[in-house]
């Protein structure tokens, strides 16, 4: 079985149910040389056409073979999606064209992702959508490798579409399953392609093991937010917080009481002052 990564805190290393599994199913395809047919019922035409023509920029890559590197294009749904089902239903009713617009690279890709639930809330919809988008790019990344894995057999024209919407599946998916482990732990005992979720400011508290967790230093100041900051922000934080500590430092000596537009600072809290004026 899969271990969870090695540097999970020691609470959650002692208590398994502190590591939550957050399970991605994907459908992989790649945009290949054929056109849409004319037989394409026009809303199914559209969106289809979205999908060949709307590229995200991480899933515009390339692919190494052995007869040199190959330009692909990449698109990767979340399995049942319409999207998804909009290119399982064209290749379904298109099996024979070549060559396909399509290429199917996986159909059920198993992705997961290991994060703390103390840490990241999935009943936020904007934190399970941040999830969906690392394990999408996590998948690019592997069918990258599997590909250049198999370049011994498979071809740029077969990944083109010249052999099929079904022809790269069927050498790739003995592979994507050999990648496929049970995650240590866990009840769920399906075969997953498991890595740590990243949280929006670094890697979440299951990191890679080259990329160990930094502890918070303690406020006061807060210090913690500097480190979600661009250089420039941090300069002007810095500035307020210098500006801010001047102002108190003033208003104890000259014991000013008719300004109540700071009671923080009067109170000596200043950093609190400047930090909750930057959350509002």
Known sequence: PLRAPSCLPASAAADPSQTALFPVSLFVTAIADGALSKDC??????????IISKIPKEQNTTVE??????DLKMRVFVSGSEDAKAVAEYIQTHPNQMP????????????ALLYDPSSLDLS???????LRKQAKTRAVKL????????????GG????????????????????????HRVEGQADT?????????????????????????????????????????DDEKLCICAL????????????????????????????????????????
């Not at 024209?157 to 496929?180: E, M, S, Y």
């Not at 000013?256 to 930057?278: H, K």
Request: glycine share 6%; proline share 10%.
């Open 41 to 50: 019922q026009q809303k199914a035409k559209e969106r289809l056409s979205l």
């Open 65 to 70: 073979l052995s007869e040199g590197t190959l």
């Open 100 to 111: 396909s617009p399509f290429v199917i690279l996986a159909r059920d890709l198993p992705m």
């Open 124 to 130: 936020d919809a904007s934190v399970a959508d941040r």
């Open 143 to 154: 069918i990258r490798e599997v590909i250049a894995e198999s370049s011994r057999t498979l």
């Open 157 to 180: 024209r077969t990944l083109r579409g010249h052999g099929g919407a079904l022809a790269v599946d069927r050498i790739l998916a003995p592979l994507i399953a050999a990648r496929a």
């Open 190 to 230: 399906k075969r997953y392609l498991a890595f740590a979720a990243r949280s929006k400011t670094g890697p979440s508290p299951h990191c890679s093991p080259s990329l160990p967790p930094t502890p918070r230093p303690p406020s006061p100041p807060q210090q913690s937010l500097l480190g979600e900051m661009e």
């Open 241 to 280: 917080r210098s500006l801010a500590k001047h102002t108190f430092m003033q208003s104890r000596s000259t014991q000013d009481t008719e300004n109540p537009a700071f009671p923080l600072i009067q109170g000596g809290r200043w950093w609190e002052y400047v930090d909750r004026a930057r959350l509002r």
